[in-house]
DNA sequence: CTTTACGTTTACGTCAACGTCAAGTGACTC
DNA sequence: GAGTCACTTGACGTTGACGTAAACGTAAAG
């Protein structure tokens, strides 16, 4: 089991539940050609039913990831790797070691843009508190 | 005086200093192209001796909010109205109070990704924690 | 049995963010 | 004054991330 597939809810091992591109679409906020552009680009491998596609919770938590993938800032190319890496095996010492090397990897990106975050909001406290300030002056002249 | 004039260093009001565009460029790790193409979306806007540009404090601090808006995953035209936001005039009490409502816009935003970043930091802690684990079982096993 | 509602593939279009020539303008150096 | 920088302005090319339109399958509904 890993970090995909492990569902936050109850089960943990095959959720029955399908869904079709539509209701994904329409409950992720995207059109079915984005679902369709993410799965050429193999974040996603949504089964078939003839050729329709069936998309179960695996399928879904991975969209969540593509996504707040996407509102990070991260191209899709970086979300397959980091997605991926969730799912590499990871059978031996070495395979491990590599998959904790990439671990760090990420997360230091993580954090730089972490930093990033905290220092444009502390800008824009500031600002706001400037112009709270400009705001008085105002209202008292 | 605004936060995009101040400077974190000693002086606040006209700093002498210059740059051409090959410095700016080189020191920022992006190419002369990449700042004009800044320029030309009107994100910072270099004074110029004859046709040549040249680079005051001001601009460079633009290319810092600029780049940084970057790797947070804006998109340049939204760094833009931010970056704008910070010059925008501000002497009636109804510019102020738009000011205002946009430095909240924008603090939601940050605090969004912000939210995204400790998820996506929590699932790689916990994704290192189980692969220690695998290791260390390898190890004993 | 045709319409309606989804679904599919194929393929070309678009927009942002630059990359990449091409061709020209000073300014200085040999 | 010819060469070499460093800089300039076009203008077309490229890549990523989809949009969009065409043409077709399929299954339930009237």
Request: proline share 2%; hydrophobic share 35%.
């Amino acid at each position: 089991m890993n970090l995909v597939t492990a569902s936050s809810e109850s089960e943990t091992a095959s959720d029955p539940r399908t869904w079709t591109i539509a209701q994904v679409a329409d409950e992720f906020g995207v059109t079915h050609r984005a679902v369709r552009h993410y799965e050429e680009l193999g974040l996603i491998s949504p089964e078939r039913r003839g050729t329709v596609r069936i998309y179960r919770r695996r399928d879904r938590t991975r969209l969540n990831l593509i996504l707040r993938g996407k509102r990070l800032g991260f191209v899709l190319e970086e979300i397959r790797t980091i997605i991926n890496l969730y799912d590499e095996p990871r059978g031996q010492a070495s395979q491990l070691r590599y998959v904790l090397n990439q671990i760090n990897d990420r997360r230091a990106d993580l954090e730089r843009r972490r930093r990033d975050i905290e220092e444009a909001l502390k800008e824009l406290d500031d600002f706001e508190q400037r112009c709270q300030d400009d705001l008085l002056a105002l209202d008292r002249g």
